[in-house]
């Protein structure tokens, strides 16, 4: 049995904690990111001694807690410029508090009323917001799953017979060398293999050139996957050309859009959308740009039974009759995670407006970094960023050298990517608190760094 007053004063030191660190990280003072080697951490942390004798008391814990969050990374920091990762915003962690302490599991309704009535909501909410007015969806456990998902509701489309007899030979997936690496994992992971994806014709940026598109004779193309944005990139395929070329040829069009279908909120931006609506299926993760935790990702579909085809199964002790409401039937989980509360959190506490807003700022921001670098000499940035994504590169430096740099300091943490060949940084701005100060700081001490980084 739980001791409630020991939960209750556990929980005051992990609030007063994470407070206090959120406030730390946000100011921007300490390192954004440490990696000491896990031996080092390991000891620090007491881990083998807590896993051996266990023994934690509220005093201990509130130790144990602090050195545990100084070791990690902080997503509150301004110089927090890497992965497509949300800064979260409270309410949601509340919601994963929430899931921790009541853990009603979200296969089957009667294992959680409330929760799954909010995961509805929500879902029936992004369906609203995709064009989707008689679609259907269910929350997974991130976007990759929700690619594997969504792609198997287009191979019950294309081939029914895929999930008795196996996959056959002649099904094929229509996308971009620059789609997502979950979309080629998902090829093989269904039994097509590698050599089933075709590889369509881009830009020089990665963007799908519709116009290039070959006819496909002789093999069933399961899905054509356009991205909203691309991962590498930020940039976005022209949805309404690709759609309209996918039902010319009556091809299932699938929408990978984890990263840039919040954009949907912003009026502003909304644009870089324009098409979606004419997908079949679309993607969009929660924990990128609407503020949640890892991981919550909605896998949405234009018409209604089509996510129900993708899975078929047989087990009696959870599948009998009418299914009702359980949404266990549309996904690869059994067990998943009250997801749809932390998405919900956020949008009661903050608005359809306010996220809106928020996705609008980071954009803004992204592209006011692009702007300053222009300025100063020496800074390449082959494209104006359409979303909060943006590489570049300067002068002849290594980009990898200087990220390391970076990162061993704290002061910045960014990511690199190839692009056309060669590599490049690349910022992603995903933390309200980054403003134009922490974007000058940053290209003044890549600058400073470059020398002494030469390629090769
Ligand atoms: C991040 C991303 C994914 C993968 O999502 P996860 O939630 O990390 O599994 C898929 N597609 C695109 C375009 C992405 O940016």
Wanted: with cysteine; hydrophobic share 45%; proline share 5%.
């Amino acid at each position: 049995m739980w001791d409630v007053e020991a939960f209750t004063k556990a929980a005051a030191v992990t609030v007063s904690e994470l407070a206090a660190y959120v406030e730390e990280s946000q100011r921007g003072q300490v390192p954004v990111v440490r990696q000491r080697p896990p031996a080092e951490i390991a000891g620090r942390l007491r881990l083998a001694e807590l896993i051996r004798e266990g023994g934690l008391s509220t005093e201990t814990y509130q130790d144990f807690l602090h050195a545990f969050l100084s070791e990690g990374t902080r997503l509150h920091h301004p110089a927090y410029l890497a992965h497509q990762v949300a800064s979260p915003d409270f309410p949601a962690a509340l919601a994963d508090f929430i899931h921790g302490a009541t853990n009603n599991p979200m296969a089957i309704y009667e294992m959680g009323a409330a929760a799954a009535t909010v995961e509805f909501e929500v879902i029936r909410w992004m369906l609203e917001k995709a064009g989707f007015p008689r679609g259907a969806g269910v929350l997974t456990h991130g976007g990759s799953l929700a690619n594997l998902t969504a792609l198997l509701a287009a191979r019950a489309h294309a081939a029914p017979e895929a999930w008795a007899n196996g996959t056959p030979d002649d099904l094929v997936i229509l996308a971009p060398p620059s789609a997502h690496y979950s979309v080629s994992r998902a090829a093989s992971i269904m039994g097509l293999g590698q050599k089933a994806v075709v590889e369509l014709p881009t830009d020089e940026l990665g963007r799908l050139a519709v116009t290039r598109f070959p006819e496909i004779s002789g093999k069933r193309p399961i899905a054509l996957v356009a991205s909203a944005c691309a991962t590498g990139t930020g940039l976005h395929d022209d949805l309404r050309a690709v759609g309209q070329w996918c039902r010319d040829r009556d091809i299932w069009f699938h929408v990978d859009g984890a990263h840039g279908a919040s954009a949907l909120l912003s009026p502003a931006h909304r644009h870089l959308l324009d098409g979606v609506e004419l997908a079949d299926s679309l993607i969009w993760d929660a924990h990128k740009m609407l503020r949640t935790s890892s991981l919550a990702a909605a896998v949405l579909v234009r018409r209604e039974g089509a996510l129900d085809a993708a899975f078929q199964q047989d087990a009696s002790y959870i599948f009998y009759g009418d299914q009702g409401f359980d949404l266990i039937g549309r996904t690869v989980e059994c067990t998943k995670a009250e997801l749809g509360l932390k998405i919900f959190l956020n949008l009661a506490w903050r608005g359809e407006r306010g996220l809106g807003d928020f996705v609008a700022g980071r954009y803004a921001a992204a592209h006011r970094f692009w702007e300053l670098a222009r300025r100063r000499p020496g800074f390449a940035l082959p494209y104006e960023p359409e979303s909060n994504i943006v590489c570049f590169r300067y002068g002849t430096a290594d980009p990898a050298g200087i990220r390391e740099r970076m990162m061993a300091d704290g002061t910045f943490y960014l990511t690199s990517t190839i692009l056309n060949g060669v590599r490049h940084l690349r910022v992603t701005v995903m933390n309200p608190a980054t403003d134009d100060s922490h974007l000058e700081r940053l290209l003044d001490e890549i600058t400073r760094l470059a020398p002494a980084q030469h390629e090769g």
